[in-house]
């Protein structure tokens, strides 16, 4: 983890349509790539994770996609839904201090 | 079983005062985290411990401590509260990363108010 950023910091997405979250991080030993999604007044809970030995990994519409070359991973989230409003938040793990993005905070239109 | 839970839930505090924040776990995890939220900002790591006995410091230690004495249990203290430590305090959990998984298991969240 260490340095972690995360892009966008608020994206609106029409009802339907897909949307991208980037997390990029500059520690080299992070192995572990979890996104977490957390709404309103709630915890955070992990919704997708993936290892450093593959590169993409899929459960119905979301989907993690990870590039180690370049040190980003990416949350697709296809046919959205109204339920997918929330902030959602990339920790990359290599060791023991587990660092959070800033965090994006998706907005679902009607 | 009841995973990651937080006591207390809400607190009120004067500045200066003092307060204890425990967080107790019972999926045998050996790590714990202890994060603070401000509104409509992200996760920031205060401290964490890797084990029984052991303690570290994370992005914004100052003002805080802590104590593991027991594996199950992680204790975040406040000394001498001020209004700047109002936020909504998250105990996380994990195991370790060579294992199955490197999910961290989050609390509830207790809510402290610093007046």
């Known amino acids: 983890g260490e340095n972690v950023e995360q892009h966008p910091s608020t994206l609106s997405v029409q009802e339907g349509d897909s949307a991208v979250i980037k997390c990029t991080y500059s520690d080299s030993a992070s192995n572990y790539f979890p996104w977490y999604k957390q709404e309103l007044g709630k915890r955070p809970q992990l919704i997708i994770d993936i290892r450093s030995n593959v590169g993409e990994k899929k459960d119905q519409r979301i989907a993690v996609t990870l590039n180690k070359t370049a040190k980003h991973f990416s949350l697709h989230i296809t046919e959205t839904q109204p339920e997918d409003s929330a902030v959602y938040f990339c920790?990359?793990?290599?060791?023991?201090?587990?660092?959070f993005g800033k965090g994006t905070r998706l907005h679902i239109l009607p | 079983n009841a995973g990651v839970t937080q006591t207390p839930k809400f607190r009120v505090l004067k500045t200066g005062q003092s307060m204890t924040l425990l967080c107790a776990q019972d999926?045998?995890?050996?790590?714990m985290y202890w994060y603070r939220q401000d509104p409509g900002m992200g996760l920031r790591l205060i401290h964490y411990?890797?084990?029984?006995?052991?303690?570290a410091k994370g992005e914004v230690p100052d003002g805080y401590n802590v104590s593991r004495l027991k594996k199950q249990n992680f204790l975040l203290g406040l000394e001498s509260a001020a209004p700047s430590q109002t936020s909504v305090y998250f105990c996380a959990s994990s195991e370790e990363l060579a294992a199955n998984t490197g999910e961290l298991f989050f609390g509830e969240g207790s809510r402290l108010t610093v007046l």
């Open positions: 999926m045998n995890h050996e790590y």
């Open positions: 920790a990359p793990r290599g060791d023991d201090k587990i660092i």
């Open positions: 411990s890797v084990g029984e006995g052991t303690t």
